[in-house]
């Protein structure tokens, strides 16, 4: 019986050992087993300006699906709802299944449709810490991953995984702690082409269930400035039924 206890713990210890980045990146992207979501979400700016606060409320719906064949892994929508000065603004994602996401902005006030490229994607996403890129998911095209060691977060033992980012990016690397037994992603740190330090994620609030596994709080800040963008996440419907229709172009400038 020792023997076998032995055995059982060197299989498990070796396993760990020999994991690669690229398995890790994979289990966290593969764990989430949700087909359908919608959610509200509150995202809340504070800037920091010759010392003071300024702090800006934006309200959103977020509708996302989850495809098991086709050339699209997943497609998102996300609807302004305040303030009103943004109200009707759309945003479409459609994550490719090979890489890379197609992103497409509508803004009310101009009632058009724009394609955001792949050199637009460095910009802050309405004017918050999130950029464009930083809303792709992980596994974009030219991205590396490497297993850089372990740690602790919270009580919460961690695999160390560093990004080679693709050409467009306007990251030298990132630096993500990703949960080794739930494979949920708990924190990043965001190094710019100096390979200096200028933003940190951090993602460990979350809801969890047996069916599904949910981020309630995100806080993006910026090292140098002092700013920070929180993303309050509530009121999440999952597996409902969300038509196709949903996510097109068309549904952006007239919702359904």
């Known amino acids: 019986m020792k023997k076998l206890i032995l055995l059982i713990t060197t299989s498990v210890y070796l396993q760990a050992a020999d994991i690669s980045g690229r398995d890790i990146i994979n289990n966290m992207v593969s764990s ?16 920091i300006k010759h010392g ?3 702090i800006k409320i934006r309200e959103l719906v977020r509708y996302n699906k989850r495809y098991s064949d086709g050339i699209y892994k997943s497609k998102s929508l996300i609807r302004f709802q305040k303030p009103d000065i ?3 603004t759309g945003f479409l994602v459609w994550a490719n299944r090979t890489g890379g996401n197609e992103q497409w902005l509508f803004l009310p006030k101009v009632n058009s449709v724009r394609k955001i490229e792949a050199q637009e994607k460095t910009k802050s996403f309405m004017n918050t810490e999130f950029s464009y890129e ?3 998911s992980f596994n974009q095209p030219d991205e590396q991953y490497f297993k850089q060691g372990e740690e602790e977060i919270n009580g919460v033992n961690c695999y160390i ?4 980012g693709h050409s467009n990016t306007q990251y030298k690397r990132r630096l993500a702690w990703i949960d080794s037994q739930d494979w949920l992603l708990q924190k990043v740190e965001f190094y ?3 390979n200096k330090l ?3 994620l951090t993602t460990n609030d979350y809801l969890k269930s047996e069916q599904f596994c949910f981020t309630k709080k995100m806080k993006m800040q910026n090292i140098q400035t002092g700013s920070n963008t929180i993303m309050e996440i ?3 419907k999952y597996n409902i039924d969300l038509p196709k229709s949903y996510f097109t172009k068309e549904a952006l400038v007239n919702p359904q």
């Not at 995984?161 to 080679?164: F, G, L, P, R, S």
Request: proline share 0%.
């Open 32 to 47: 989430d087993k949700v087909l359908t979501t919608e959610m509200n979400i509150k995202l809340i700016h504070t800037e």
């Open 52 to 54: 003071k606060e300024k």
């Open 86 to 88: 943004i109200k009707g």
């Open 134 to 136: 930083d809303l792709d």
């Open 161 to 164: 995984v560093e990004v080679i």
């Open 192 to 194: 710019d082409k100096n």
């Open 198 to 200: 200028i933003k940190i």
């Open 234 to 236: 509530s009121d999440i």
